[in-house]
């Protein structure tokens, strides 16, 4: 990850934050790697830096909104998209976007552990000594080895073959295996 100097910067800025559960997840972390091991530049790619937290306390948008419009400020002047969603909100509005029901998560973790790919539940945070504390529920595998591979029951299946079509566009190299029948 380190190779990827936009992934320490803004984990230390994240961390600034303060934010409750956090971790920075999914693409960025997978695509830096799939990006070391295919010999690109290390961020070329990479669509956003996604930082998820988790704050069951206010599950209204304006206080979801404070802390997106913070980090708008924290990350401003980083050549990076930052998105930065409370995971405990996320069944407010999933349906509406995907198209199926969303239970509520009762952590960032169990987020982490529904992305539509086992090869993004991926997620790093600095602890209070400044140490990378790794959450990776499937393991580096098939991350290094360049494996999509889907998580059904999870996620819509929609969602898994729309981002593994994007992947491979950018990641040739990349054995997608399809969603089971």
């Keep these: 990850m380190t190779r990827n100097d936009l992934v320490p910067e803004v984990l230390a800025r994240a961390a600034e934050l303060n934010l409750p559960g956090w971790y920075l997840t999914a693409g ?8 070391a091991v295919t010999g690109r530049p290390p961020a070329e790619g990479v669509k956003d830096y996604d930082l998820f937290y988790f704050d069951d306390s206010d599950l209204s948008w304006e206080a979801e909104n404070a802390v997106i419009e ?11 998209m930052a998105e930065i969603r409370n995971e405990a909100r996320v069944h407010l509005w999933y349906e509406a976007r995907f198209g199926v029901p969303c239970a509520p998560y009762p952590s960032t973790e169990a987020a982490i552990d529904s992305f539509p790919s086992t090869t993004s539940c991926l997620g790093i945070r600095l602890d209070d000594r400044g140490e990378w504390q790794v959450y990776a529920p499937h393991g580096f595998a098939d991350v290094f080895n360049l494996v999509v591979r889907p998580n059904p029951g999870r996620a819509p299946r929609s969602s898994y073959e729309a981002k593994a079509r994007r992947w491979q566009e950018q990641w040739p190299e990349l054995t997608v295996l399809p969603w089971p029948s």
């Design 70 to 80: 913070e980090g708008k400020r924290r990350f401003g002047d980083l050549p990076v």
């Design 28 to 35: 960025c972390l997978c695509q830096t790697v799939w990006n």
